[in-house]
Structures are given as C-alpha cells and as structure tokens.
C-alpha cells in the first residue's frame, strides 16, 4: 500500500524547510464494536506503542480511564503523560488488524495520532522514501 507524505505548509517560509514540511502521516480509521472514525496518524518509529487522541476512543465508544493505565514520555524535559491501554480494529488501506493503543488526554490540541512499533511496526515493513514523498507499507509474512 502506497501513502503520500502530508504537507504542511508553514505560515512563514523557513530557509531550512522552504513553504512547507513534509511528515509521514497516513489516513487511519480506528474501529471499535460497531463504531468507526476516520483519523490521520504520523508514523513514528521511535515511538515504542500507538497513542491516539483520548476524544477519538470516546468518539467511538471507548471508556478512556477504564484501560491499563500506561505513562510515556518524548523528547520534553517534563514529567510523562498518561494514556490508557485499550484493544481495537484499525484499518489501514485494505488492511485491518487488532491493536493495542493508548489513548491520552494529553495529545497537542491539532496533533495526530502516533503509530509507534508495538501495534503499527511489529505489523508491517515501512519503507520511507523522501525525496519521491511516498511510504510503501507491506504486511509482514509472520502475520499471514
């Protein structure tokens, strides 16, 4: 499966990015019982497990804190932030697979999900091509 890299474009042109920045973001939708949303999700192999917004687990009918609570961090110099443990469906392209993912309250208001390595990269082989702004996604043979 073959996704285009987003652009975003900046407010202000950048001498280092130029007009725009591209990130590997993906059209997601996460399924849970009978419900189902449309999201879009940064691929991000440093991040060790999937956290998604707390809004888009309540929006189809997730109880956020009734999950195993999971704390995670990033970069910042800060304490870390919570998210709760919950199995869903996502689907990706043609694909739809069980995960587990976090969901936190604490996700930057306009920020996307995070597909990390447990849930999105134990799953498939990304192949990240920049300069033609494209990510390849195969099923890993393990799976089927």
Same mark, same amino acid.
């Not at 189902?36 to 189809?60: H, R």
């Given at each position: 499966? /073959?996704? &285009?890299?987003? *652009?975003?474009?900046?407010?202000?042109? @950048?001498?280092?990015?130029?007009?725009? !920045?591209?990130?590997?973001?993906?059209? +997601?939708? +996460?399924?849970?019982?009978?419900?189902?949303? %449309?999201?879009?999700?940064? !691929? %991000? &192999? =440093?991040?060790?497990?999937?956290?998604?917004?707390?809004?888009?687990? $309540?929006? +189809?009918?997730?109880?956020?804190?009734?999950?195993?609570?999971? $704390?995670?961090?990033?970069?910042?110099?800060?304490?870390?932030?919570? =998210?709760?443990?919950? %199995?869903?469906?996502?689907?990706?392209?043609?694909?739809?697979?069980?995960?587990? +993912?976090?969901? @936190? /309250? $604490?996700?930057?208001?306009?920020?996307? =999900?995070?597909?990390?390595? *447990?849930?999105?990269? %134990?799953?498939?082989?990304?192949?990240?091509?920049?300069? *033609?702004?494209?990510?390849?996604? *195969?099923?890993?043979?393990?799976?089927?």
């Amino acid at each position: 499966m /073959r996704f &285009s890299y987003r *652009k975003l474009l900046l407010t202000e042109p @950048s001498a280092f990015f130029g007009s725009k !920045i591209l990130k590997p973001i993906i059209p +997601v939708k +996460v399924l849970y019982g009978t419900r189902d949303i %449309d999201y879009f999700a940064l !691929i %991000d &192999s =440093g991040a060790d497990f999937c956290i998604f917004d707390a809004e888009i687990g $309540e929006a +189809v009918g997730i109880e956020i804190e009734r999950g195993e609570q999971i $704390e995670f961090g990033g970069i910042q110099a800060r304490t870390g932030s919570t =998210g709760y443990l919950h %199995d869903i469906t996502i689907a990706i392209g043609g694909w739809k697979y069980e995960a587990r +993912v976090a969901f @936190s /309250r $604490e996700i930057a208001e306009h920020g996307f =999900g995070i597909l990390g390595q *447990k849930g999105f990269f %134990d799953i498939f082989s990304i192949t990240f091509d920049y300069q *033609k702004e494209e990510i390849i996604l *195969k099923e890993k043979q393990s799976r089927r």
